[in-house]
């Protein structure tokens, strides 16, 4: 029986040569081959640098565009039974996310820009509110703050003109990952299964169990970091919802929009919302009750329950790969040591750490598994 080879795959013959070849020790390899090995290394270093130094800036925007569309492609896969047209099912299947936020984001824009035109053309009365609220602080009463009350009024005022143009220039520094987070989802929607596939034959054999730990600690810890991260924003922007209208604060909704999009941010949280919310309550209905509460159920419930404990629990127990301890370091220095990629960066490098230890240090380790196929 004939072996019939299909173009663009290796025959049996050379899968066989390329085993001997590794097993092979280095002081077998004549000189001319080493030098080749060493410069082929060395070429494919310098172009896997290159290209991440190239892709730096969307990097986040392409692992986002894969994450979405692995949650999304059932859908996908619901819609293209219908449709019968990748193309189309990709692009119906985008609008699923892309809709609700652009109608948020919207919504948020001309609220905040009423508000700002709101405080420009009452420029005086809220400076002395203001003025009047902080000479009523402990400490504060021979104070004379007018002038640069009126000084931040001031600048508060000028970001109603200045919104539009930053608004452009925000699209404009998005675009290109706006771009990359598209094609990147819409590609995995539609050739999935030929992108597993090619990544699989890349392989050797040999590194199946490594293969599988990396592939396995990867999903499990990206899909348990954007589960948790996208579930306790939900959380606490419907507190800071909630308080807002039990203390009737206006700008309900997107105090609470503005509150899920900057928590994603290192270092700002939803305290960045509900502590101005409290200077607010204080100033504008000298309501220090109601502040103080607005700080606390803040405090105790966003930042030091939710974003503290209840994130990484979430992250560890979806993930199924790190436990509390080691998800909230993935999650804490990922974000503060590479900004808001570190949500995914974090997560990802300590899973690939424990890829690697728990494949070299097991029983029948891959090591292990090259020694037994060189002496079989």
Same mark, same amino acid.
């Not at 771009?179 to 040999?206: C, E, G, H, M, W």
């Given at each position: 029986?004939?072996?019939?080879?299909?173009?663009?795959?290796?025959?049996?013959?050379?899968?066989?040569?390329?085993?001997?070849?590794?097993?092979?020790?280095?002081?077998?390899?004549?000189?001319?081959?080493?030098?080749?090995?060493?410069?082929?290394?060395?070429?494919?270093?310098?172009?896997?640098?290159?290209?991440?130094?190239?892709?730096?800036?969307?990097?986040?925007?392409?692992?986002?565009?894969?994450?979405?569309?692995?949650?999304?492609?059932?859908?996908?896969?619901?819609?293209?039974?219908?449709?019968?047209?990748?193309?189309?099912?990709?692009?119906?299947?985008?609008?699923?996310?892309?809709?609700?936020?652009?109608?948020?984001?919207?919504?948020?824009?001309?609220?905040?820009?009423?508000?700002?035109?709101?405080?420009?053309?009452?420029?005086?009365?809220?400076?002395?509110?203001?003025?009047?609220?902080?000479?009523?602080?402990?400490?504060?009463?021979?104070?004379?703050?007018?002038?640069?009350?009126?000084?931040?009024?001031?600048?508060?005022?000028?970001?109603?003109?200045?919104?539009?143009?930053?608004?452009?220039?925000?699209?404009?520094?998005?675009?290109?990952?706006?771009?990359?987070?598209?094609?990147?989802?819409?590609?995995?929607?539609?050739?999935?299964?030929?992108?597993?596939?090619?990544?699989?034959?890349?392989?050797?054999?040999?590194?199946?169990?490594?293969?599988?730990?990396?592939?396995?600690?990867?999903?499990?810890?990206?899909?348990?970091?954007?589960?948790?991260?996208?579930?306790?924003?939900?959380?606490?922007?419907?507190?800071?919802?909630?308080?807002? $209208?039990?203390?009737?604060?206006?700008?309900?909704?997107?105090?609470?929009?503005?509150?899920?999009?900057?928590?994603?941010?290192?270092?700002?949280?939803?305290?960045?919302?509900?502590?101005?919310?409290?200077?607010?309550?204080?100033?504008?209905?000298?309501?220090?009750?109601?502040?103080? $509460?607005?700080?606390?159920?803040?405090?105790?419930?966003?930042?030091?329950?939710?974003?503290?404990? $209840?994130?990484?629990?979430?992250?560890?127990?979806?993930?199924?790969?790190?436990?509390?301890?080691?998800?909230?370091?993935?999650?804490?220095?990922?974000?503060?040591?590479?900004? $808001?990629?570190?949500?995914?960066?974090?997560?990802?490098?300590?899973?690939?750490?424990?890829?690697?230890?728990?494949?070299?240090?097991?029983?029948?380790?891959?090591?292990?598994?090259?020694?037994?196929?060189?002496?079989?």
């Amino acid at each position: 029986m004939s072996v019939v080879e299909v173009p663009g795959e290796s025959s049996p013959s050379d899968r066989r040569r390329d085993e001997r070849r590794l097993n092979s020790r280095l002081a077998d390899f004549p000189a001319p081959e080493v030098r080749r090995a060493v410069l082929t290394w060395l070429l494919a270093a310098i172009v896997v640098v290159l290209f991440l130094w190239m892709v730096r800036r969307v990097l986040i925007a392409g692992i986002l565009g894969i994450v979405i569309a692995a949650y999304l492609r059932p859908l996908y896969l619901r819609i293209h039974h219908r449709t019968e047209r990748p193309i189309v099912s990709a692009v119906l299947t985008l609008l699923v996310v892309i809709i609700p936020v652009l109608g948020a984001l919207a919504y948020s824009y001309v609220e905040l820009v009423d508000v700002l035109g709101y405080i420009d053309s009452h420029q005086n009365e809220v400076a002395e509110r203001i003025d009047a609220a902080i000479r009523q602080l402990p400490f504060m009463t021979d104070a004379n703050p007018t002038e640069t009350v009126r000084a931040y009024v001031l600048t508060v005022s000028g970001y109603g003109t200045k919104i539009p143009a930053a608004v452009r220039e925000a699209l404009v520094e998005l675009s290109v990952a706006i771009t990359i987070f598209l094609l990147t989802a819409a590609y995995v929607f539609t050739d999935a299964d030929s992108i597993v596939s090619y990544v699989r034959s890349k392989v050797p054999q040999r590194y199946d169990r490594l293969r599988d730990a990396l592939v396995t600690n990867v999903t499990g810890v990206l899909y348990g970091a954007i589960y948790s991260t996208l579930l306790t924003q939900s959380l606490k922007t419907l507190v800071i919802f909630l308080l807002n $209208l039990a203390f009737g604060v206006p700008l309900a909704a997107v105090l609470a929009i503005l509150a899920f999009i900057i928590g994603f941010f290192p270092i700002v949280g939803s305290w960045s919302v509900y502590v101005p919310v409290a200077a607010w309550l204080l100033v504008f209905r000298d309501s220090p009750v109601r502040a103080g $509460l607005m700080v606390l159920v803040g405090f105790l419930l966003n930042t030091l329950f939710i974003s503290t404990y $209840l994130r990484p629990k979430i992250a560890a127990e979806r993930s199924g790969v790190l436990n509390f301890y080691w998800m909230f370091v993935a999650l804490v220095t990922g974000v503060y040591t590479f900004g $808001l990629a570190g949500i995914l960066l974090g997560p990802i490098l300590i899973g690939l750490l424990k890829a690697v230890v728990d494949s070299v240090t097991a029983h029948a380790s891959w090591r292990l598994t090259d020694v037994e196929e060189g002496t079989g």
